[in-house]
């Protein structure tokens, strides 16, 4: 069992397009952090967002944390092929699981130009 | 490059075979991580150290699988008696406490693991 659902699992667009990508969970996280992986690489880091509400901006790339903190979402606007890749939510774990990050399945986005 | 650093990047190996696997973190963070990640699948976490102590196991660390860090810098991870299902990629992730108390985890490029 997941404990981030991440949606949709798959994204297909044309370059110059927007897309949101969704981050869900039913357990609160201290942190939560996003991620892009290219096939055979490790996870690079985005973005970290710590406060319930906070909202990120990196460029094209607009981060927002829920109120509850429970869940996220990442807005890409005018999307280049460039952004193609693995997008992975994280969550912080708190008390005794402090130390580990719960991972999303991730949502694969392919732009075409 | 400052970044973590793992070997090797590919290892194939025959069921029932040992393997090693190092990591070396960005040389200022004092934690380290381990997570293993399979096809279509998020990394999920294995085991995390603080210095030289290993803080939390995940129960998908089976007695096969052991790691350390011995002098709280690079680490290992051995995997004994190899099985099929323990292909898949193996990554090592860094971090420090910075600045409102959140913890950072930085990747390195993993270790691809086939079990034939």
């Known amino acids: 069992t997941q404990l981030l659902e991440q949606s949709p699992q798959f994204l297909s667009i044309q370059e110059g397009e927007n897309l949101t990508v969704y981050c869900n969970s039913s357990s609160v996280f201290s942190s939560l952090q996003w991620y892009r992986q290219e096939p055979g690489e490790g996870p690079v880091l985005l973005v970290t967002v710590v406060t319930g509400g906070e909202v990120k901006k990196l460029k094209r790339l607009t981060f927002q944390f829920g109120d509850a903190r429970k869940d996220s979402s990442l807005h890409i606007t005018a999307a280049q092929p460039g952004d193609t890749g693995l997008y992975l939510c994280a969550g912080a774990g708190r008390g005794s699981t402090l130390g580990r990050l719960y991972f999303g399945r991730g949502t694969q986005l392919t732009v075409w130009p | 490059d400052t970044g973590v650093s793992q070997d090797p990047r590919h290892k194939i190996t025959k069921r029932g075979q040992n393997v090693t696997f190092r990591c070396d973190p960005i040389?200022?963070?004092?934690?380290l991580y381990w997570y293993r990640q399979t096809l279509g699948q998020g990394p999920e976490f294995l085991t995390y150290f603080q210095n030289e102590a290993q803080l939390e196991k995940s129960r998908l660390l089976s007695d096969r699988f052991s790691a350390e860090r011995p002098k709280g810098s690079f680490s290992t991870l051995e995997i004994q008696r190899t099985e099929q299902g323990d292909s898949a990629m193996y990554l090592c992730a860094s971090s420090t406490r910075v600045a409102g108390g959140r913890d950072e985890q930085f990747f390195g490029p993993g270790t691809r693991l086939t079990v034939l």
């Open positions: 040389s200022e963070h004092n934690r």
